[in-house]
């Protein structure tokens, strides 16, 4: 079949409007990427930005708070301006802070307000574990036993959600919902706009982990009416190890006394006045806790750039046309090895593929030697996360041709099936 040969995978690449992107970033030598959806790769905008900040250090001191190009005083803001439209928000909606998890403590702190027979938080079986610790130990600062008030809806599979079983879940003894917008292991894509409107309806507050979503698919936050989300910037979003965490809060809740106050949450007029008594800012700014971590926010200056030139809608088109094409070469060249396809297969998918394998975390360690970089989850996982900015389609092909050798000479069996420290 023609779709199977390295000539057509390199066709592909030459009709794609966003293949001179990929020169954009700093690929491993010698090395096929893979692992966006976990970590994504530097980019030379993101360099040029950390460079500046490092600079305006050097140069400025304590006056770069406010003087240079990038007064840092005001970056919180700015990088959550630039990240507005990828969520689906508007400007003030938005803010760079914190991370992921503290994000989430800060959320909880501000919308879990139990009262009456109203003292359940909703979430699911699949969701990451970060998340689920956050509120089981919300729950246990308010008084409350996980084991009795964290409802976790199952999933029938082991691998997606039903969302009827989601909205059937929302009874009114549920206080808060929280969910993710795209299973960190299957990439299932949850209706985010259905959801918000069900709680709405049972007037529960609910929020999304866009931690796999943000950078990969679009969202609408605003017009869904979402009451707040959550995010990381270091995958799809490149904005380096432990890179500053995004956080959204619609502006129907401005003015809500933020859970966990902290003094950047002040507004910028008042801050400095040190008064004891805070007068915390207008705007999703209020919901900041402690100083800007300037240099980890310095790389998503440059890295986001590249998304306003781009547009999620184009991102989201090669994505899911990548993640087709590799469907369609796994379905062709490794039907005869035991794996299972663990995503969806329809557009209701972000942008990885799961494969199972029972020899997963051996496989995974066969790639890597042979030059692709994947990327496991226990039990049996291995991600595949083709990036719109910086992979080809002749980067698939030949992930798919490596994997197809490892198998048929079971090269994976000269390693142990266990992961490492860190997968």
């Not at 919180?76 to 928000?89: F, I, R, Y």
């Not at 088109?317 to 663990?342: C, M, P, Q, R």
Request: glycine fraction near 8%.
């Amino acid at each position: 079949m023609e779709t199977l040969t390295l000539a057509y995978a390199r066709a592909l690449d030459e009709q794609d409007g966003l293949a001179a992107y990929k020169e954009e970033f700093y690929v491993p030598p010698h090395a096929i990427y893979m692992d966006g959806n976990s970590l994504g790769l530097l980019s030379k905008r993101a360099e040029q930005t950390m460079q500046e900040l490092l600079e305006s250090w050097k140069l400025l001191g304590i006056d770069g708070w406010t003087e240079g190009k990038h007064q840092w005083f005001y970056l919180s803001e700015q990088v959550g301006e630039k990240m507005a439209p990828l969520v689906g928000a508007k400007k003030e909606e938005t803010i760079a802070t914190g991370s992921t998890t503290t994000n989430l403590h800060q959320l909880v702190a501000t919308f879990y307000k139990p009262a009456g027979k109203r003292t359940k938080i909703l979430a699911d079986e699949l969701n990451f574990p970060s998340d689920i610790y956050a509120l089981q130990s919300q729950l246990r600062l308010k008084g409350y036993d996980p084991a009795d008030h964290l409802i976790r809806v199952a999933s029938p599979d082991g691998r997606f959600l039903r969302e009827e079983d989601i909205i059937a879940a929302m009874t009114d003894e549920v206080a808060l919902i929280v969910l993710p917008a795209v299973l960190y292991r299957s990439g299932q894509i949850l209706d985010m706009e259905r959801l918000t409107q069900a709680a709405h309806e049972r007037n529960i507050p609910i929020g999304f982990d866009l931690c796999h979503s943000v950078g990969s698919i679009e969202h609408a936050l605003h017009e869904w009416g979402t009451d707040f989300a959550f995010w990381c910037t270091y995958k799809h979003l490149n904005g380096g190890p432990g890179s500053v965490g995004g956080l959204y809060i619609h502006e129907k809740h401005f003015g809500t006394l933020p859970g966990l106050a902290g003094w950047f949450g002040s507004k910028k007029e008042t801050q400095f006045d040190m008064e004891h008594t805070m007068d915390p800012a207008e705007h999703v700014g209020a919901f900041q806790i402690g100083t800007p971590h300037v240099l980890s926010l310095a790389p998503l200056l440059g890295s986001l750039t590249l998304f306003d030139e781009v547009g999620m809608s184009a991102i989201r088109e090669k994505s899911l046309k990548l993640t087709s094409y590799l469907l369609e070469l796994i379905k062709h060249e490794l039907a005869a090895y035991e794996f299972t396809i663990g995503n969806p297969i329809d557009d209701s998918r972000g942008g990885h593929i799961l494969l199972e394998h029972p020899e997963a975390a051996r496989i995974c360690k066969a790639l890597k030697q042979d030059g692709v970089i994947p990327d496991f989850r226990a039990p049996n996982g291995i991600r595949l996360a083709p990036v719109a900015l910086y992979n080809s389609y002749e980067d698939i092909w030949h992930t798919v041709q490596k994997l197809k050798i490892i198998m048929e000479e079971k090269r994976y069996e000269q390693f142990e099936n266990k992961r490492g420290v860190v997968a």
